[in-house]
């Protein structure tokens, strides 16, 4: 037995020792490792809960100008009694008339945010005029919790087709914009959020978060979010700062796939030891963001209240 | 010598080289990544993925040739570097993942503890010849 076990080890050696095998056993072990390296930290966090006991912020991104003026109020008292923490906004006002409809729409969201007590996270678009910031920053940057300067500008200067920035342009908007909020002293904290994108164009969020307190990553589609334990540390990384998932969604009629990508996300986030993560959207007119009314809007309630109290 | 010895003293060898390039890598990515956007990071990709595998592979077969007496190599160069260079990063990102360890000084010090294994993994993925190759 100890002979022919012996014999079948040699041939076994000899067989290896070939120079074709050997070359074949190193390649797949390197797509092997290859294979471990992409899938190992998803798997890792979201097999289990982590960290249980972390602080962990559940925000959303509502987007009341779509709403009528006198749902506002209530929209926002939903949110908060659905345990959402942060409120993030679009850039929303009419420098020109001060009692015009957006303006009253924005004076009744700040009213409502004030008396609930959400953090309110306001996303300033890359094009965006100092004049209207100055005129925004004046009239309601004291309910501000958090500012976000420009939307992922590696990606472009807006959703125009062939908008995209180049790096002098963001770096120049970028301080434009950023002088102008600071120059309103503020206690808001300051960030910026980046899309996968910015593994191609890394010197662009090495820049900016030097000036910022955090940096927000926008996590879309599954293929990503599988990936992004491997983002985070990398722009952790580069910035040295914390990130926040400050946008966080899927577009579908699917309400259970909606859900299901949701709940993963938050249950990986949490596990990884992030801040927050910020859901888009609360409502969304145009495309199927929006979760206000569907089961996922129950489901993530029911998630926040069992692990982010 | 004895083979266990030669093994250790090849693991130690690469991972003593893979811990430094490593190091240096993370302290230079930065001004890398800053450096003419987007050469930089393409000059950290060539680095990462071609230098630094070659260095590896030559020294690994340079190893057996001088430590087993042997000549000639069985697995090309490049590929055993980067074969050495995954197994080396896949074993940190595990540790770095699973128990929140920090690469530099404690995954460091537990890559060193495993040089015996390595010098195993070093000396089984590629080999030379007893005899002369031509």
Same mark, same amino acid.
């Not at chain 1, 294979?35 to 798997?43: A, E, G, H, T």
């Not at chain 1, 908007?173 to 002088?179: C, D, R, V």
């Not at chain 1, 300051?190 to 662009?204: A, E, P």
């Given at each position: 037995?100890?002979?022919?076990?012996?014999?079948?080890?040699?041939?076994?050696?000899?067989?290896?020792?070939?120079?074709?095998?050997?070359?074949?056993?190193?390649?797949?072990?390197?797509? $092997?490792?290859?294979?471990?390296?992409?899938?190992?930290?998803?798997?890792?966090?979201?097999?289990?809960?982590?960290?249980?006991?972390?602080?962990?912020?559940?925000?959303?991104?509502?987007?009341?100008?779509?709403?009528?003026?006198?749902?506002?109020?209530?929209?926002?008292?939903?949110?908060?009694?659905?345990?959402?923490?942060?409120?993030?906004?679009?850039?929303?006002?009419? =420098?020109?008339?001060?009692?015009?409809?957006?303006?009253?729409?924005?004076?009744?969201?700040? !009213?409502?945010?004030?008396?609930?007590?959400?953090?309110?996270?306001?996303?300033?678009?890359?094009?965006?005029?100092?004049?209207?910031?100055?005129?925004?920053?004046?009239?309601?940057?004291?309910?501000?919790?958090?500012?976000?300067?420009?939307?992922? =500008?590696?990606?472009?200067?807006?959703?125009?087709?062939?908008?995209?920035?180049?790096?002098?342009?963001?770096?120049?908007?970028? !301080? !434009?914009?950023? $002088?102008?909020?600071?120059?309103?002293?503020?206690?808001?904290?300051?960030?910026?959020?980046?899309?996968?994108?910015?593994?191609?164009?890394?010197?662009? =969020?090495?820049?900016?978060?030097?000036?910022?307190?955090?940096?927000?990553?926008?996590?879309?589609?599954?293929?990503?979010?599988?990936?992004?334990?491997?983002?985070?540390?990398?722009?952790?990384?580069?910035?040295?700062?914390?990130?926040?998932?400050?946008?966080?969604?899927?577009?579908?009629? #699917?309400?259970?796939?909606?859900? #299901?990508?949701?709940?993963?996300?938050?249950?990986?986030?949490?596990?990884?030891?992030?801040?927050?993560?910020?859901?888009?959207?609360?409502?969304?007119?145009?495309?199927?963001?929006?979760?206000?009314?569907?089961?996922?809007?129950?489901?993530?309630?029911?998630?926040?209240?069992?692990?982010?109290? | 010598?004895?083979?266990?010895?030669?093994?250790?003293?090849?693991?130690?060898?690469?991972?003593?080289?893979?811990?430094?390039?490593?190091?240096?890598?993370?302290?230079?990515?930065?001004?890398?990544?800053?450096?003419?956007?987007?050469?930089?990071?393409?000059?950290?990709?060539?680095?990462?993925?071609?230098?630094?595998?070659?260095?590896?592979?030559?020294?690994?077969?340079?190893?057996?040739?001088?430590?087993?007496?042997?000549?000639?190599?069985?697995?090309?160069?490049?590929?055993?570097?980067?074969?050495?260079?995954?197994?080396?990063?896949?074993?940190?990102?595990?540790?770095?993942?699973?128990?929140?360890?920090?690469?530099?000084?404690?995954?460091?010090?537990?890559?060193?503890?495993?040089?015996?294994?390595?010098?195993?993994?070093?000396?089984?993925?590629?080999?030379?010849?007893?005899? =002369?190759? #031509?």
């Amino acid at each position: 037995m100890g002979k022919t076990s012996s014999k079948l080890l040699q041939g076994l050696v000899r067989f290896m020792n070939k120079s074709l095998v050997k070359n074949l056993i190193v390649m797949a072990l390197c797509v $092997a490792f290859l294979f471990v390296q992409i899938f190992y930290p998803y798997s890792y966090y979201s097999s289990a809960q982590r960290k249980p006991n972390s602080t962990f912020q559940v925000g959303i991104d509502y987007v009341y100008e779509q709403d009528n003026l006198s749902m506002i109020y209530g929209q926002v008292a939903q949110i908060h009694d659905l345990g959402f923490k942060v409120l993030r906004i679009d850039f929303q006002c009419d =420098p020109l008339f001060y009692s015009a409809s957006i303006n009253q729409m924005t004076d009744m969201l700040f !009213n409502a945010t004030s008396h609930y007590g959400l953090a309110v996270a306001l996303a300033i678009p890359n094009d965006e005029t100092v004049a209207n910031l100055n005129y925004y920053l004046d009239r309601w940057g004291g309910n501000l919790t958090y500012i976000q300067i420009m939307n992922e =500008p590696e990606t472009s200067s807006s959703w125009e087709v062939g908008a995209l920035f180049t790096d002098d342009e963001i770096i120049s908007a970028f !301080n !434009n914009l950023y $002088a102008a909020v600071e120059s309103h002293d503020l206690s808001a904290q300051l960030y910026t959020n980046f899309g996968v994108g910015y593994v191609l164009r890394s010197n662009i =969020p090495i820049e900016l978060s030097q000036k910022l307190n955090f940096v927000g990553l926008d996590i879309y589609m599954n293929s990503f979010l599988v990936l992004s334990p491997l983002f985070i540390e990398n722009l952790q990384a580069i910035t040295h700062k914390n990130v926040v998932i400050t946008e966080f969604g899927m577009s579908t009629a #699917d309400s259970a796939a909606q859900t #299901d990508y949701i709940i993963s996300g938050l249950n990986l986030f949490k596990s990884m030891g992030l801040k927050g993560c910020w859901i888009v959207y609360w409502n969304s007119e145009y495309d199927n963001y929006g979760i206000r009314g569907t089961p996922t809007e129950t489901a993530v309630g029911d998630w926040i209240a069992e692990n982010a109290k | 010598m004895h083979i266990v010895e030669k093994l250790f003293i090849q693991g130690l060898i690469i991972v003593v080289i893979l811990i430094a390039i490593q190091g240096w890598l993370n302290r230079v990515q930065q001004s890398f990544m800053s450096y003419l956007p987007p050469i930089g990071f393409a000059l950290l990709l060539f680095v990462t993925y071609f230098v630094q595998p070659i260095i590896l592979g030559a020294t690994n077969i340079a190893l057996i040739n001088t430590l087993h007496k042997t000549r000639g190599w069985q697995v090309g160069i490049w590929l055993n570097g980067i074969f050495l260079l995954l197994a080396f990063t896949t074993l940190n990102l595990v540790l770095q993942v699973a128990l929140s360890l920090p690469f530099l000084p404690t995954i460091g010090i537990i890559d060193l503890l495993l040089s015996l294994p390595f010098g195993c993994l070093a000396r089984l993925s590629n080999g030379g010849w007893t005899k =002369p190759i #031509d």
